[in-house]
């Protein structure tokens, strides 16, 4: 089994920036890819941005690009994911998730594709 804890979420301006964390213990495997999605009420859960623990590659959904940056820490067995947010809109606020797959990253940001879910933290986005 694997848990996935989020943290960082809160009440921010529009044109701010947050950072959102993510640790993951238990059954990791090395190849992992570890991703980040939201949703907020009433709408489908969106894929923002996934990681991969090999090659380090990253996708982002294009309503992020250039604005939200995924990144990781591997080291010394730490499974940690970050998600900057820069340039904050209200359209951002949702609850984030972040989820884990013990294999590469799937080819897209489809949440089916991940094993492992955190509980979730809040980001509001005031105009």
């Known amino acids: 089994q694997v848990q996935v804890v989020e943290s960082g979420g809160r009440s921010v301006q529009a044109g701010g920036s947050l950072r959102l964390s993510c640790a993951a213990s238990g059954d990791m495997y090395a190849r992992n890819c570890m991703a980040w999605f939201r949703q907020a009420p009433g709408t489908e859960r969106e894929g923002v941005a996934t990681?991969?623990?090999?090659?380090?590659?990253?996708?982002?959904a294009d309503s992020v690009k250039g604005r939200f940056t995924i990144s990781r820490d591997n080291a010394l067995g730490k499974n940690t994911v970050y998600l900057q947010m820069d340039s904050l809109k209200p359209e951002d606020a949702a609850m984030y998730y972040c989820?884990?797959?013990?294999?590469?990253?799937?080819?897209?940001?489809?949440?089916?594709?991940?094993?492992?879910w955190g509980q979730g933290t809040q980001v509001t986005v005031s105009a």
């Open positions: 989820a884990i797959v013990l294999s590469r990253c799937p080819g897209g940001l489809w949440a089916a594709g991940f094993q492992y």
């Open positions: 990681i991969d623990s090999g090659s380090g590659s990253a996708l982002y």
